[in-house]
């Protein structure tokens, strides 16, 4: 019924937006007198952006950070975790060295599968299931990003439902001003590639884009008797756009966006014993050859916006997101086949001297029949909504406000249906023994529907800003379990839980103009995550109470920020993700009260624009932070990162320290960009004092060159190194093993613009 009366208020709000819009405050508002298309462009940017353009970020009450387009182009990146380096308070755990499933946090939040971040594109959730399976196995293909921008902070009463760390938007390529197209194609080390095409008009009443891209790569890991370790990204996508005269009583623009994503991965969960990583860090186990991802991923979208004066806007999006995943890795060892007592992989290669046995089976022994099972993590996710936002400008005295009221009608599922083949390992190589039958393993859909309303005032007053807002969400999930022997999911054995969730959350920003160039800025919010489907009934939502206080300097030449940060949860939710070390339910588990506290610096200088020259361009950018999040409360979790909690131990995976910098120089044609991250050991497990080197990461310093030359108007080529110095290091030990960072690698190519 839920589902039913979702989808009519979509459509029909969609079109009486749309139809009805012409009319709405047409005899009570005068009309617009004097629009241009960059004025229109900017305020719907302000409505579907958290950041919007850099200029704006003097007036946002809390931490920004916006990466341009040009410094995307410059770096030449298609990792999202060495992009997000470039911005302080940002948590990333790497995983298999290309950024194809990031574990983003931030400010202390939680960073497995990015599920405590608003992840966004266009300003439409992307995670494939963001309520009730919010871990991102899907992510937006970076080589087709135009831009990235991060809220933090009190800022975060707009976004949701995640509001403790922050939210991140990808902004896709726009529409182009005129006609123009670009095409690119770069190769380098291990048949990496990149290939990426757009073509693009626009005129007074119609505008398209089309795009096509692909990345790729054989992989740096060697596999035992050889085989792939690599991926092959590839993305289309489409956009057009209708609008009419900027002279119209209403100006209206709609907008359509399409898209289609595959991806292809030999990628597995198995890492090495930290013996094996000495000898050999880029080795694979021959247990895990039979390890793949592959994936699909469908987008559509309609936005229509609609200016009625200088003073009232309103923007409706529809959108709808099909996703499909299905990992075949191995999962453990067949303990009756083998007569062990254990078969998980973490404890195996953690103690491999005490699982002697087990070790030479995934190192490639022979092995009895079923030894090793390899589940069929099949997945099928859907997510659709509606939301719209409507924007008032109106003064009060000497006071201006900027009136925004959002709401958004959201719905999500997952459906697993998965199944376990058992393999033999003989001579090395993995032949399977006993096929599974689908939906034997896990046979179960997680559903959540959605309705989040905001209201937001950004009031100006003498220098003066305040930021008043208030979101209120109301989610009502449901878990449908049918069992491992329905799997015509009759309902014979249903066990069916529904519960619902409804809170609303305050918060406040504001800042204090000093000078045309000095900002002080402050907030408090309260923060929020709902836990997902399939968690126990005890199961809290995460709270917290959050506080920043910093101040920010801008002018010609420099620009800074310098933030203090103190999240106070009354309760943290735990994961139970396989790609954190847990059993792969995606329950999530209260962890209780949690504090965090932390500095965030940046900082941006031209040096060419200091020495006075013009044909120079010198950017230099450095960012640091500090954070500090510990337990503050003892526990005991089956969750393998946490273990028995101790007050005072730290949250693994949450670096005290993070430093990132990078210099450019740019002289007529030719630019070269050296971007240089610094990262300290990091604990993979809960504990206090000294490191535990069988629980920690290395520490890291990696440098990045990315240079090019534009050898005519149109064309221009470029060279890229990742990991100039080769550096060598452990970036996890989860979910089973170390895993190595992305070696040296070497690329070069040419686009060709017009």
Known sequence: MIANNLLKLTFSALIGTFFLSTALFATTIDPVESDTTKTIDEIILDRITVVGQPIWMSRIPGAASYVSAEQLQRQNYTDINRILRNISGVNIQEEEGFGLRPNIGIRGAGNERSTKVNIMEDGILAAPAPYSAPAAYYFPNMARISSVEVRK?????????????GAINLISTPIPAQFSGVAEVSLGERSANKIYANIGNRSERFGYLLEVNQVGDDGFKQLDNGGDTGFLVRDILGKVMFQTSNSASVYQRLEFKAGYHDEHSDETYLGLTRDDFSLSPMRRYAGSQADRIDTEHIQFSARHFALFSDNVDLTTTLYRNNFTRAWYKLHDLNTNALGIETGNLSEILR???????????????????????????????????????????????????????????????????????????????????????????????????????????????????????????????????????????????????????????PGIGATYQVSNSFTLLSGIHRGFSPPSPGSSSDT???????????????????QTELIGFYNDYDNLLGSDLAAGGGGGT???????????????????????????????????????????????????????????????????????????????????????????????????????GSFDPLFSTDSFFVVDLSTSYNIHQYVNLFVNIRNLLD?????????????PGLPRTLMGGMKVSF
Do not use: C
């Not at 902070?153 to 760390?165: F, V």
């Not at 100006?460 to 049918?482: H, K, M, S």
């Not at 809290?540 to 420099?558: A, M």
């Not at 999040?629 to 028995?644: I, K, L, R």
């Open 351 to 505: 103690n491999p001297e005490v699982h002697q046995n087990e070790y030479a089976v995934l190192a490639g022994a022979d092995s009895a029949p079923d030894a090793l099972t390899v589940r069929n993590n099949n997945r099928e996710y859907y997510s659709q909504g509606i939301q719209s936002i409507l924007g008032v400008n109106f003064d009060i005295g000497s006071a201006q406000n900027q009136l925004e009221f959002g709401v958004r009608l959201h719905q999500d599922e997952e459906d697993r249906f998965q199944f376990e083949d058992d393999y033999q390992m003989l001579n090395g190589n993995m032949i399977i023994t006993t096929p599974g039958i689908p939906g034997t393993q896990t046979n179960r859909v997680g559903s959540a529907t959605a309705l989040s309303v905001f209201v937001q005032d950004e009031i100006q007053w003498n220098n003066w800003t305040f930021t008043p807002g208030l979101r209120f969400e109301n989610i009502w999930f449901t878990n449908r379990n049918y069992g491992t022997s329905d799997l015509e999911r009759t309902g014979s054995n249903l066990n069916k839980n529904e519960y619902s969730v409804s809170i609303f959350l």
């Open 153 to 165: 902070g009190s800022s975060q009463i707009k976004y949701g439902p995640n509001t403790t760390g």
């Open 727 to 739: 550096e060598t290091y452990i970036t996890s030990d989860r979910p089973a093993g170390v895993r």
């Open 540 to 558: 809290r939502s995460e709270e917290s109470i959050n506080y920043e206080l910093g101040f920010r300097y801008v002018n010609d030449l420099f």
């Open 586 to 688: 995606t329950a999530q588990f209260n962890a209780g009260e949690v504090e965090v506290f932390g500095v965030e610096f940046s900082s941006n200088i031209d040096f060419g624009l200091l020495l006075n020259t013009t044909s120079v361009s010198i950017p230099v950018n450095l960012n640091y932070t500090y954070t500090n999040a510990t337990f503050q409360n003892s526990f005991s979790s089956g969750f393998g990162p946490w273990g028995n909690v101790e007050s005072g131990d730290e949250i693994p995976f949450i670096p005290r320290h993070q430093f990132n910098s990078g210099v450019s120089f740019i002289y007529k044609g030719f630019d070269a960009n050296i971007n240089a991250s610094y990262m300290p050991q990091m604990r993979t497990a809960a504990g206090s």
